[in-house]
């Protein structure tokens, strides 16, 4: 168990609907980042936050948004979904998003688009 | 930016076997080189990982080397077993703008033969 947890675990919608996943990241950690995964891409960066601020930005479409609240929790919305957003969505959280630092990643939201 | 390329894509081993995967990264800046490895269902775990000024590191049963002037790092491991059919990614990382670049391999699905 990382102690980064995210829900839901599972997700079901349907083209052109919003969803949002959401992250709490280990205690003590102030930096929150997203990634995609699917099948032929890999691990796709998408977001940064750190201690509430974007801190950078990956291959994140416009229809996705993020943001990370005052308890260091991230959201993840996902909007006018398409049939390719389908994928596993990971959160992964550090102490403080420099570089040498291990990100531990929870354990995933898997979103079906149909 | 960073690309990393990881090879092979596949590999199936005896037990009791080595299993050898190797990563070529092409940013110079590069500092750290996190290994992780993804069980079904699982999100990606940290196994081990290196720094720019270190050329080995060892942890029991897995090693990892990083040949900083071919820009190439591997990952090592000895008399496998069926509990380390997996996914492994590896990545590479940098600082950049005060926060952590970092970029994943494709992976490498890895099936341990008993």
């Known amino acids: 168990d990382s102690g980064v947890t995210q829900t839901p675990k599972h997700l079901i919608t349907a083209t052109g609907q919003r969803v949002t996943l959401r992250c709490s990241p280990r205690s003590g950690d102030l930096s929150v980042y997203w990634y995609q995964q699917s099948l032929d891409q890999g691990l796709q960066f998408l977001i940064q936050?750190?201690?509430?601020?974007?801190?950078a930005k990956g291959n994140i479409l416009e229809r996705f948004s993020a943001q990370q609240f005052p308890d260091l929790h991230s959201e993840l919305n996902l909007s006018s979904l398409e049939l390719g957003d389908s994928a596993l969505y990971f959160c992964?959280?550090?102490?403080?998003?420099?570089?040498?630092?291990?990100?531990?990643f929870g354990p995933g939201t898997r979103l079906l688009v149909l | 930016g960073e690309n990393v390329e990881q090879h092979p894509s596949t590999l199936s081993v005896q037990e009791g076997d080595s299993a050898v995967i190797k990563c070529t990264y092409s940013d110079s800046a590069s500092n750290y080189f996190p290994w992780y490895k993804q069980e079904l269902g699982k999100g990606p775990q940290l196994i081990i990982d290196i720094r720019s000024n270190v050329g080995e590191k060892k942890d029991q049963r897995i090693a990892v080397t990083l040949n900083k002037t071919a820009k190439h790092f591997s990952l090592h491991i000895t008399e496998t077993q069926p509990e380390d059919s997996a996914v492994y990614f590896c990545?590479?990382?940098?600082?950049?703008?005060?926060?952590?670049?970092?970029?994943f391999g494709i992976g490498t699905k890895l099936q341990v033969i008993p």
């Open positions: 936050y750190y201690n509430g601020e974007e801190r």
């Open positions: 992964a959280s550090s102490a403080l998003g420099t570089s040498g630092e291990t990100q531990y």
């Open positions: 990545a590479a990382s940098f600082n950049s703008g005060g926060y952590q670049k970092v970029t």
